[in-house]
C-alpha cells in the first residue's frame, strides 16, 4: 500500500506532470485531479503545481481559487489534508487564504530563472520533515510574481511560530520580504513556496540535483508511515 | 473594401469594370492580371484578399523558390526523414518508435514594429506548426540578432523582445533551451527575431494538412477572429521599412499565450483519441491559408460558411475576416462521426470551436457569407500556383575589394600585456559576453526533460524516461561570414551547429533554416541568398543531413542598406542515452585538455577583428566538411565512451573564448601552453572551423590519443584544468574573477 497523492490541474498549469513524475519517483502514486472536477478521488495529500493557472489573468491564482475542485481542497486542507502548493500553487494558496500574504511581480519586474539556494528552517511540517534543519539546498526557481509580502504583524508571527518554511540564501531573487520563500500554515499540512521541488529530483535533469525529493519522500513516509 | 453591395461571385462577373485595391494589398500589376485570367473574370473582394496574401512574398516564396528547389533536388538518401520539405515542419525519425518534429521561422519586421507581441506570436506561430504536425511540443530555442549593443534603439527592441519570448514560451510550459544573440549595426533597424521548437510524437501520429474525404467536416477552434495582424504578411513581411509610410503597428498581432496552452492540450487529447483527419494551423494570411491549403493538399473541394467564423469584432468584413492573422487559432478536418467528440474535447478545455465547412467531392473553394458566394476559386491556384520570379542576381561589385581587405594583415598584439588585454576586451565584448541576464528570463527547467540548455553547445532534451534516448539541437549563423562569403558562410553556419551538437554527444540527423537577407529586388542581395542556398544545399548532401523544412525571411532592409546575409542553420541530433552527454563546463581538476583539429591563422570576420580593429574583411574560415563529419564521429565515441568529461566547440572568439567559458561554467581554471608550430596570438584567437577542445580524465588519455590517431584527426595537448586562473604559459594568467567580471557583467550593464 503506498501513498495516494493528487496533482491538480488547472487550466494553464504547467508543471503538473512533472509533479507526477516527483511523486512517482518518491515511491507514492500519483492520481490527475481535474479542476472541474470537485472529488478527490481519495488522495491522501494534493499538490498544486507550477503554471500560469488561467493565464495569471486578474492576479496569479486569483481565478484558480474559485474553481470546483478547490471547494473541497479548502474544506479538506482546514480538516488536515497534506497540501502542497508549488509556485503558482502556492499563489492559489495565498489567495484561498489557507496561507497568509500574498505575491506581488518581482522587484526587478523580470520573469526569473534559476538554481537558487535555500535554507530550510522547518522540518516539522508534512513535506520537510527529510530535511535536516537549517540544510542548505538548491532548488530551480521559476516565476514572474515571486515577491512574498505580507504586513508586519503576520511576518513576525510567522517567524515566531516557526512558520518560515525556506529563506532565500545568498540572493533574493524576487524582493520577498524576509527572504521568504515558503511558509507553512499553522498546523503544518499546508505548505507553499516558490521554487520548484518537483525540478530536483533527477541527478541529470534540470539542476543536476536531487535537493527537492524530499519534500515527496516526506509526505510519503508520513502517509504510510514508513 | 466596401461592405456594400456585398460582392458576391455573380456580382464580380456581371461587373468586369470594377477596379480593385490590388495594389494597395501589395500585388504587382502583371500578378493581378494573372489572377483574372485564372478566374476567367475579375476576382471578388474576398478572392482579391486571399490572392493577395497568400500569393505575397511571405507566403508564396515566390522569389526563392527556384533557389529553394536545390535543397529537395540536392537532399541526401536519410532513411532518418519521414515527412520532408513542404508540411508544416519536416519530421525525423530518431529511433525507437518516436518521431521528431522541428523547424525554425522568422518574426522579424513584427518585431522592430512592437517588440513584444511581435517576438511572443513567433513563438506562438512556430508552436502551432509542430503541434499540427501531431507532436507534443517539447522545447524551443531562440536565435536573435540586434543592432549596436550600445545603441539606444537596442535598449528599446531587446528588452521587449526577450519579455516577450520569455511572456510567451514561458506560459506555455516549454522550456527555452538554445539560441543566440548577436549584436551588429547591420540588424539596427532590422532586427532578426528567429523562433525555433521542437516537438515529439509516435511514428504512427504524424498528421498532416490535408483535407480529404467529402463530407467531412472544417472545425475552426481557438481564440475568436478579430481585426488584428490584417496584411502582416503581404504588407509587413513582404515590404522593406520606410519612414515615409504611415505605421505598420496595426498588422501586428496580438498573442494569449494561456489560450494558445488550452489549444495544445486541446489539440493532442483530440489527436490521442485519433478524432482528426487533417490540421493546419491559422498563421501567415489567416483563413485564407488555412483553408486553401488544406483543401488543396486533399481531395481539393471544399466548402464554408464565413457566418459561422466567431468573431472578436461582429463589424469586420468577409475580406477582413478571411485575412485576419488573429493568433491561437486551428482548423481541423473531423469525420461527421466524430464531430461530436471533438467539440465535447474543445469545451472541456474552455476551447470555442465551430463547424465552418464541409469537404466535398469536387475542386473549387467555394465560400459563402450571408447566403451569398464570396468566393469560387481552384484552391490550388490560391495555394500553390503563385507567382515564381527568376530575380536577376550579381556578384556585387564590393565583393572582391571587401575580400582583398585582408584581415590577417592587421595589427597583432605586440606584447604579452597587450595580448591579455585583447583577450579581456573579446570575452567582455557584447558578442562574446555571457547571455545570462537574457536567457535567466526563460523558463528551461519546465517539463522535467532538460538535460542541457544554454550555454552549452547545443540543447539537450530527454524524450523516453526509461531509456534516456534524447534529442539536440543547435542554431548557428555567422552574418560576418557570409557577408565576405555567402557560400562559404552557409556552409560555415551548418559546420558549426553541426558541430555543437556532436560536442554534446549526439549524432546530427537533420537541418531547419531560417534564411535571412535583405531585398530581392536588389541583385547583390539575390546573389547572396542564392550563394547562401546553393553553400547550404551542397554542404547537407556531403554530411548526409536532409534539409526538412525552414522559413525565407526578405527584405530585412532598410532603404538601400541591406542586413548581413544572414542564414541560420538549425542541426537536430540523436542520442541513445542522454546520460552520456557531455556538458561544456570543466569538471575536474588535473584533466588533460586537448585541441582537435588543424588551427590556422583565420582571421576574416572573427570576433577579435571586430572587437579590437571594428574590421570585416577578407575570406571567412575555410570550409572542410570532410575534417567536420570526423571530429563528429570522434566526440560522439568519445562522449559515448566516457573518454570526455567536457567538449566545446572552437567558433567565433576562437580557443580563448571556448576555455575561458569552460572555465568560468566549471569554476575551475586551465594552465595552457602554446602548441609547436603556432604562436601565442593564432592559437589564442583564430576561428579556423572543425575544431573542438575536449577534457579527458587522465585514465583515458592513451584510449583517447589511439583512437584519434587511428582516425587520423589531428590532436595537441594543450594543457590542463587547474587553479582558478586561466594562464597561458609565459605570457600571461587572467584569474577567473576577473575574467568573471568582464565576461558576465557586459549584458546587464549595456541593457538592463
Same mark, same amino acid.
Given at each position: 500500500?503506498?501513498?495516494?497523492?493528487?496533482? %491538480?490541474?488547472? #487550466? $494553464?498549469?504547467?508543471?503538473?506532470? +512533472?509533479?507526477? @513524475? =516527483?511523486?512517482?519517483?518518491?515511491?507514492?502514486? /500519483? !492520481?490527475?485531479?481535474?479542476?472541474?472536477?470537485?472529488?478527490?478521488?481519495?488522495?491522501?495529500? %494534493?499538490?498544486? #503545481? $507550477?503554471?500560469?493557472?488561467?493565464? +495569471?489573468?486578474? @492576479? =496569479?491564482?486569483?481565478?484558480?481559487?474559485?474553481? /470546483? !475542485?478547490?471547494?473541497?481542497?479548502?474544506?479538506?486542507?482546514?480538516?488536515?489534508?497534506?497540501?502542497?502548493?508549488?509556485?503558482?500553487?502556492?499563489?492559489?494558496?495565498?489567495?484561498?487564504?489557507?496561507?497568509?500574504?500574498?505575491?506581488?511581480?518581482?522587484?526587478?519586474?523580470?520573469?526569473?530563472?534559476?538554481?537558487?539556494?535555500?535554507?530550510?528552517?522547518?522540518?516539522?511540517?508534512?513535506?520537510?520533515?527529510?530535511?535536516?534543519?537549517?540544510?542548505?539546498?538548491?532548488?530551480?526557481?521559476?516565476?514572474?510574481?515571486?515577491?512574498?509580502?505580507?504586513?508586519?504583524?503576520?511576518?513576525?508571527?510567522?517567524?515566531?511560530?516557526?512558520?518560515?518554511?525556506?529563506?532565500?540564501?545568498?540572493?533574493?531573487?524576487?524582493?520577498?520580504?524576509?527572504?521568504?520563500?515558503?511558509?507553512?500554515?499553522?498546523?503544518?499540512?499546508?505548505?507553499?513556496?516558490?521554487?520548484?521541488?518537483?525540478?530536483?529530483?533527477?541527478?541529470?535533469?534540470?539542476?543536476?540535483?536531487?535537493?527537492?525529493?524530499?519534500?515527496?519522500?516526506?509526505?510519503?513516509?508520513?502517509?504510510?508511515?514508513? | 473594401?466596401?461592405?456594400?453591395?456585398?460582392?458576391?461571385?455573380?456580382?464580380?462577373?456581371?461587373?468586369?469594370?470594377?477596379?480593385?485595391?490590388?495594389?494597395?494589398?501589395?500585388?504587382?500589376?502583371?500578378?493581378?492580371?494573372?489572377?483574372?485570367?485564372?478566374?476567367?473574370?475579375?476576382?471578388?473582394?474576398?478572392?482579391?484578399?486571399?490572392?493577395?496574401?497568400?500569393?505575397?512574398?511571405?507566403?508564396?516564396?515566390?522569389?526563392?523558390?527556384?533557389?529553394?528547389?536545390?535543397?529537395?533536388?540536392?537532399?541526401?538518401?536519410?532513411?532518418?526523414?519521414?515527412?520532408?520539405?513542404?508540411?508544416?515542419?519536416?519530421?525525423?525519425?530518431?529511433?525507437?518508435?518516436?518521431?521528431?518534429?522541428?523547424?525554425?521561422?522568422?518574426?522579424?519586421?513584427?518585431?522592430?514594429?512592437?517588440?513584444?507581441?511581435?517576438?511572443?506570436?513567433?513563438?506562438?506561430?512556430?508552436?502551432?506548426?509542430?503541434?499540427?504536425?501531431?507532436?507534443?511540443?517539447?522545447?524551443?530555442?531562440?536565435?536573435?540578432?540586434?543592432?549596436?549593443?550600445?545603441?539606444?534603439?537596442?535598449?528599446?527592441?531587446?528588452?521587449?523582445?526577450?519579455?516577450?519570448?520569455?511572456?510567451?514560451?514561458?506560459?506555455?510550459?516549454?522550456?527555452?533551451?538554445?539560441?543566440?544573440?548577436?549584436?551588429?549595426?547591420?540588424?539596427?533597424?532590422?532586427?532578426?527575431?528567429?523562433?525555433?521548437?521542437?516537438?515529439?510524437?509516435?511514428?504512427?501520429?504524424?498528421?498532416?494538412?490535408?483535407?480529404?474525404?467529402?463530407?467531412?467536416?472544417?472545425?475552426?477552434?481557438?481564440?475568436?477572429?478579430?481585426?488584428?495582424?490584417?496584411?502582416?504578411?503581404?504588407?509587413?513581411?513582404?515590404?522593406?521599412?520606410?519612414?515615409?509610410?504611415?505605421?505598420?503597428?496595426?498588422?501586428?498581432?496580438?498573442?494569449?499565450?494561456?489560450?494558445?496552452?488550452?489549444?495544445?492540450?486541446?489539440?493532442?487529447?483530440?489527436?490521442?483519441?485519433?478524432?482528426?483527419?487533417?490540421?493546419?494551423?491559422?498563421?501567415?494570411?489567416?483563413?485564407?491559408?488555412?483553408?486553401?491549403?488544406?483543401?488543396?493538399?486533399?481531395?481539393?473541394?471544399?466548402?464554408?460558411?464565413?457566418?459561422?467564423?466567431?468573431?472578436?469584432?461582429?463589424?469586420?468584413?468577409?475580406?477582413?475576416?478571411?485575412?485576419?492573422?488573429?493568433?491561437?487559432?486551428?482548423?481541423?478536418?473531423?469525420?461527421?462521426?466524430?464531430?461530436?467528440?471533438?467539440?465535447?474535447?474543445?469545451?472541456?478545455?474552455?476551447?470555442?470551436?465551430?463547424?465552418?465547412?464541409?469537404?466535398?467531392?469536387?475542386?473549387?473553394?467555394?465560400?459563402?457569407?450571408?447566403?451569398?458566394?464570396?468566393?469560387?476559386?481552384?484552391?490550388?491556384?490560391?495555394?500553390?500556383?503563385?507567382?515564381?520570379?527568376?530575380?536577376?542576381?550579381?556578384?556585387?561589385?564590393?565583393?572582391?575589394?571587401?575580400?582583398?581587405?585582408?584581415?590577417?594583415?592587421?595589427?597583432?598584439?605586440?606584447?604579452?600585456?597587450?595580448?591579455?588585454?585583447?583577450?579581456?576586451?573579446?570575452?567582455?565584448?557584447?558578442?562574446?559576453?555571457?547571455?545570462?541576464?537574457?536567457?535567466?528570463?526563460?523558463?528551461?527547467?519546465?517539463?522535467?526533460?532538460?538535460?542541457?540548455?544554454?550555454?552549452?553547445?547545443?540543447?539537450?532534451?530527454?524524450?523516453?524516461?526509461?531509456?534516456?534516448?534524447?534529442?539536440?539541437?543547435?542554431?548557428?549563423?555567422?552574418?560576418?561570414?557570409?557577408?565576405?562569403?555567402?557560400?562559404?558562410?552557409?556552409?560555415?553556419?551548418?559546420?558549426?551547429?553541426?558541430?555543437?551538437?556532436?560536442?554534446?554527444?549526439?549524432?546530427?540527423?537533420?537541418?531547419?533554416?531560417?534564411?535571412?537577407?535583405?531585398?530581392?529586388?536588389?541583385?547583390?542581395?539575390?546573389?547572396?541568398?542564392?550563394?547562401?542556398?546553393?553553400?547550404?544545399?551542397?554542404?547537407?548532401?556531403?554530411?548526409?543531413?536532409?534539409?526538412?523544412?525552414?522559413?525565407?525571411?526578405?527584405?530585412?532592409?532598410?532603404?538601400?542598406?541591406?542586413?548581413?546575409?544572414?542564414?541560420?542553420?538549425?542541426?537536430?541530433?540523436?542520442?541513445?542515452?542522454?546520460?552520456?552527454?557531455?556538458?561544456?563546463?570543466?569538471?575536474?581538476?588535473?584533466?588533460?585538455?586537448?585541441?582537435?583539429?588543424?588551427?590556422?591563422?583565420?582571421?576574416?570576420?572573427?570576433?577579435?577583428?571586430?572587437?579590437?580593429?571594428?574590421?570585416?574583411?577578407?575570406?571567412?574560415?575555410?570550409?572542410?566538411?570532410?575534417?567536420?563529419?570526423?571530429?563528429?564521429?570522434?566526440?560522439?565515441?568519445?562522449?559515448?565512451?566516457?573518454?570526455?568529461?567536457?567538449?566545446?566547440?572552437?567558433?567565433?572568439?576562437?580557443?580563448?573564448?571556448?576555455?575561458?567559458?569552460?572555465?568560468?561554467?566549471?569554476?575551475?581554471?586551465?594552465?595552457?601552453?602554446?602548441?609547436?608550430?603556432?604562436?601565442?596570438?593564432?592559437?589564442?584567437?583564430?576561428?579556423?572551423?572543425?575544431?573542438?577542445?575536449?577534457?579527458?580524465?587522465?585514465?583515458?588519455?592513451?584510449?583517447?590519443?589511439?583512437?584519434?590517431?587511428?582516425?587520423?584527426?589531428?590532436?595537441?595537448?594543450?594543457?590542463?584544468?587547474?587553479?582558478?586562473?586561466?594562464?597561458?604559459?609565459?605570457?600571461?594568467?587572467?584569474?577567473?574573477?576577473?575574467?568573471?567580471?568582464?565576461?558576465?557583467?557586459?549584458?546587464?550593464?549595456?541593457?538592463?
Amino acid at each position: 500500500m503506498t501513498a495516494r497523492i493528487g496533482v %491538480v490541474t488547472f #487550466p $494553464g498549469s504547467l508543471d503538473d506532470r +512533472d509533479t507526477q @513524475r =516527483a511523486i512517482r519517483l518518491a515511491g507514492a502514486e /500519483p !492520481v490527475a485531479l481535474w479542476h472541474k472536477d470537485k472529488d478527490l478521488h481519495q488522495v491522501d495529500a %494534493v499538490v498544486l #503545481p $507550477g503554471g500560469f493557472s488561467y493565464g +495569471d489573468y486578474l @492576479r =496569479a491564482g486569483a481565478i484558480s481559487r474559485f474553481s /470546483p !475542485v478547490m471547494e473541497t481542497v479548502i474544506e479538506q486542507a482546514k480538516a488536515g489534508l497534506p497540501v502542497l502548493g508549488i509556485c503558482n500553487g502556492f499563489q492559489v494558496l495565498t489567495e484561498a487564504h489557507l496561507l497568509p500574504g500574498g505575491m506581488l511581480g518581482n522587484d526587478h519586474l523580470h520573469f526569473i530563472c534559476r538554481d537558487q539556494k535555500l535554507r530550510v528552517e522547518n522540518t516539522s511540517s508534512a513535506w520537510t520533515t527529510d530535511y535536516s534543519a537549517g540544510q542548505e539546498i538548491h532548488i530551480p526557481l521559476k516565476n514572474m510574481d515571486g515577491r512574498y509580502v505580507a504586513d508586519e504583524y503576520t511576518l513576525d508571527k510567522l517567524e515566531a511560530e516557526g512558520r518560515v518554511a525556506f529563506r532565500y540564501v545568498d540572493f533574493n531573487p524576487n524582493g520577498s520580504l524576509r527572504d521568504i520563500a515558503g511558509i507553512t500554515n499553522e498546523a503544518g499540512n499546508v505548505v507553499g513556496l516558490m521554487p520548484h521541488p518537483e525540478h530536483a529530483v533527477e541527478p541529470l535533469i534540470g539542476s543536476g540535483r536531487t535537493d527537492g525529493l524530499p519534500f515527496f519522500t516526506s509526505i510519503l513516509k508520513k502517509l504510510v508511515g514508513a | 473594401m466596401s461592405r456594400t453591395p456585398l460582392d458576391t461571385v455573380e456580382h464580380a462577373a456581371a461587373t468586369p469594370d470594377v477596379e480593385l485595391p490590388w495594389a494597395e494589398l501589395g500585388l504587382k500589376k502583371d500578378e493581378y492580371e494573372r489572377v483574372v485570367e485564372i478566374l476567367g473574370r475579375r476576382p471578388t473582394g474576398a478572392e482579391l484578399a486571399m490572392y493577395s496574401v497568400m500569393w505575397s512574398e511571405h507566403c508564396s516564396y515566390k522569389s526563392s523558390k527556384v533557389h529553394l528547389r536545390q535543397f529537395g533536388e540536392k537532399a541526401p538518401q536519410s532513411d532518418a526523414l519521414l515527412v520532408g520539405i513542404g508540411e508544416n515542419a519536416g519530421v525525423v525519425d530518431v529511433g525507437q518508435g518516436y518521431a521528431v518534429t522541428f523547424k525554425v521561422e522568422s518574426h522579424n519586421h513584427p518585431s522592430y514594429v512592437e517588440p513584444y507581441q511581435g517576438a511572443a506570436t513567433g513563438v506562438g506561430g512556430i508552436v502551432r506548426d509542430i503541434i499540427a504536425m501531431g507532436a507534443r511540443p517539447v522545447a524551443v530555442v531562440d536565435p536573435l540578432r540586434f543592432g549596436a549593443a550600445d545603441h539606444p534603439d537596442t535598449k528599446r527592441v531587446l528588452p521587449g523582445v526577450v519579455a516577450g519570448i520569455g511572456g510567451y514560451g514561458n506560459c506555455l510550459g516549454l522550456p527555452n533551451i538554445g539560441g543566440e544573440v548577436v549584436f551588429d549595426a547591420c540588424y539596427q533597424g532590422n532586427p532578426l527575431v528567429n523562433a525555433g521548437a521542437i516537438g515529439v510524437m509516435r511514428h504512427e501520429d504524424i498528421h498532416l494538412a490535408k483535407a480529404s474525404g467529402a463530407g467531412n467536416q472544417v472545425i475552426l477552434y481557438g481564440a475568436r477572429t478579430g481585426g488584428d495582424g490584417i496584411g502582416g504578411a503581404s504588407i509587413l513581411a513582404s515590404e522593406t521599412f520606410d519612414d515615409a509610410k504611415p505605421s505598420k503597428r496595426p498588422a501586428v498581432q496580438v498573442g494569449d499565450p494561456f489560450q494558445e496552452k488550452l489549444l495544445i492540450e486541446c489539440t493532442l487529447e483530440a489527436f490521442r483519441e485519433k478524432l482528426v483527419v487533417g490540421i493546419q494551423d491559422l498563421g501567415a494570411a489567416g483563413l485564407s491559408c488555412a483553408t486553401s491549403e488544406l483543401a488543396s493538399n486533399g481531395s481539393g473541394g471544399m466548402t464554408v460558411t464565413l457566418d459561422d467564423v466567431p468573431l472578436r469584432d461582429s463589424t469586420l468584413s468577409p475580406e477582413e475576416i478571411l485575412m485576419s492573422e488573429s493568433q491561437e487559432r486551428m482548423c481541423a478536418v473531423v469525420e461527421p462521426a466524430k464531430v461530436a467528440r471533438f467539440l465535447e474535447i474543445c469545451e472541456k478545455w474552455d476551447v470555442i470551436a465551430t463547424v465552418i465547412g464541409e469537404v466535398t467531392d469536387g475542386d473549387r473553394l467555394e465560400i459563402f457569407w450571408h447566403g451569398e458566394k464570396i468566393v469560387d476559386v481552384d484552391p490550388r491556384t490560391v495555394a500553390h500556383d503563385g507567382p515564381v520570379y527568376e530575380r536577376p542576381y550579381a556578384r556585387p561589385s564590393w565583393q572582391d575589394e571587401l575580400q582583398a581587405d585582408d584581415a590577417n594583415k592587421l595589427p597583432r598584439p605586440a606584447t604579452a600585456e597587450e595580448l591579455k588585454d585583447q583577450v579581456l576586451k573579446l570575452v567582455g565584448s557584447p558578442n562574446q559576453a555571457s547571455k545570462k541576464w537574457i536567457t535567466s528570463q526563460y523558463d528551461h527547467f519546465v517539463q522535467g526533460n532538460t538535460v542541457l540548455a544554454q550555454p552549452e553547445d547545443s540543447g539537450m532534451i530527454r524524450i523516453d524516461e526509461e531509456t534516456g534516448l534524447g534529442v539536440a539541437i543547435a542554431t548557428d549563423g555567422n552574418g560576418r561570414y557570409a557577408k565576405l562569403d555567402p557560400y562559404a558562410g552557409a556552409q560555415l553556419a551548418l559546420s558549426e551547429a553541426y558541430r555543437n551538437v556532436a560536442t554534446t554527444g549526439a549524432k546530427p540527423l537533420a537541418v531547419s533554416d531560417c534564411l535571412n537577407f535583405g531585398s530581392p529586388e536588389d541583385p547583390a542581395v539575390m546573389w547572396q541568398f542564392a550563394e547562401a542556398i546553393r553553400g547550404l544545399a551542397d554542404a547537407c548532401q556531403q554530411l548526409g543531413t536532409p534539409v526538412t523544412g525552414g522559413n525565407v525571411s526578405l527584405y530585412n532592409q532598410t532603404g538601400e542598406a541591406a542586413i548581413h546575409p544572414t542564414p541560420v542553420v538549425a542541426v537536430l541530433g540523436v542520442i541513445d542515452d542522454v546520460a552520456r552527454r557531455t556538458p561544456v563546463a570543466f569538471q575536474e581538476e588535473g584533466q588533460l585538455l586537448y585541441l582537435l583539429g588543424d588551427t590556422r591563422e583565420e582571421f576574416g570576420g572573427s570576433a577579435w577583428s571586430q572587437v579590437v580593429h571594428d574590421h570585416l574583411g577578407g575570406l571567412p574560415p575555410k570550409v572542410d566538411l570532410e575534417r567536420e563529419r570526423l571530429l563528429a564521429e570522434i566526440l560522439i565515441s568519445a562522449s559515448r565512451d566516457g573518454m570526455i568529461d567536457s567538449a566545446h566547440d572552437l567558433s567565433d572568439g576562437g580557443l580563448v573564448q571556448a576555455v575561458v567559458e569552460s572555465a568560468l561554467l566549471g569554476g575551475k581554471g586551465a594552465r595552457l601552453v602554446v602548441p609547436d608550430g603556432l604562436d601565442a596570438f593564432t592559437f589564442l584567437f583564430s576561428e579556423s572551423a572543425g575544431r573542438a577542445v575536449v577534457a579527458v580524465p587522465r585514465s583515458e588519455e592513451v584510449r583517447f590519443n589511439d583512437m584519434c590517431g587511428a582516425r587520423g584527426l589531428p590532436v595537441a595537448r594543450i594543457g590542463v584544468v587547474d587553479g582558478d586562473s586561466v594562464e597561458i604559459q609565459g605570457e600571461f594568467e587572467l584569474s577567473l574573477a576577473e575574467l568573471r567580471e568582464a565576461h558576465e557583467g557586459t549584458i546587464e550593464a549595456l541593457l538592463a
